[in-house]
């Protein structure tokens, strides 16, 4: 796909050092084999879609919980690699930052609905918390929409998302290996992934109203 020669993204995210530090190879190395960004924003969908699977299949087999969490850090990865390589490479372009950002919606929809159907929590639950992600890359798109910052902001983060879903997984894990051999909580019927699940709806809850009021305060503030 073309490129918009010297276009520079506006609403990439901050990266966080842990996954900068690992990426500067990768980037110089995707550079000489002419990987396209676009197909690295492709392989983050893959990535998703195997976690999707193996939440899915969790249930059955609980040990798929654990390639399911690092499918979502190499989901993660992958997200954030693709805009260093499309800078580093000169590929940078509008079509560029739309392929950025849609597969990361289909990335949260793949996660979310495969833990949904694992029979590992309450499904209802996992569907909202798919809404909710959605609802919070939404929201922080307004900001560039009216001609503002995009905002990032908030405790609800897609990596924050993708770390509370890890800890219940896992947490879940150990209590089905190491526990009674429910991986539920008490007598409440709810398990651990369940317990991750109200932290990322409170969570994104939170994050969409610092959103909206960032964008406001920013929308008032160029007002004079």
């Not at 949260?108 to 992600?133: K, M, R």
């Not at 890890?166 to 009674?180: E, N, P």
Request: glycine share 12%; aromatic share 10%.
């Amino acid at each position: 796909m073309s490129s918009d020669s010297g276009y520079q993204p506006t609403s990439r995210r901050p990266i966080a050092d842990v996954f900068r530090r690992t990426a500067h190879g990768c980037t110089d190395l995707c550079v000489r084999l002419g990987v396209h960004p676009n197909t690295v924003s492709l392989g983050s969908v893959v990535a998703a879609a195997g976690a999707g699977v193996c939440f899915w299949l969790g249930g059955a087999h609980p040990i798929l919980l654990i390639p399911a969490a690092l499918f979502c850090y190499l989901r993660l990865w992958m997200n954030m690699l693709d805009g260093m390589v499309a800078l580093a490479s000169g590929k940078a372009s509008r079509w560029g930052e739309i392929l950025n950002d849609l597969p990361d919606r289909v990335s949260d929809v793949l996660i979310f609905v495969g833990v949904a159907h694992s029979g590992l929590c309450q499904p209802f639950v996992a569907y909202w918390v798919a809404i909710a992600a959605l609802l919070v890359a939404y929201v922080g798109t307004f900001g560039q929409a009216v001609g503002v910052q995009r905002e990032f902001s908030g405790v609800m983060a897609k990596p924050w998302r993708m770390v509370a879903l890890h800890i219940g997984a896992w947490v879940l894990l150990g209590d089905l290996w190491w526990g009674d051999g429910d991986g539920r909580i008490g007598g409440t019927g709810w398990t651990w992934i369940d317990l991750a699940h109200l932290v990322v709806l409170i969570g994104c809850v939170q994050t969409v109203w610092l959103r909206l009021v960032r964008i406001l305060a920013a929308l008032r503030a160029r007002a004079g």
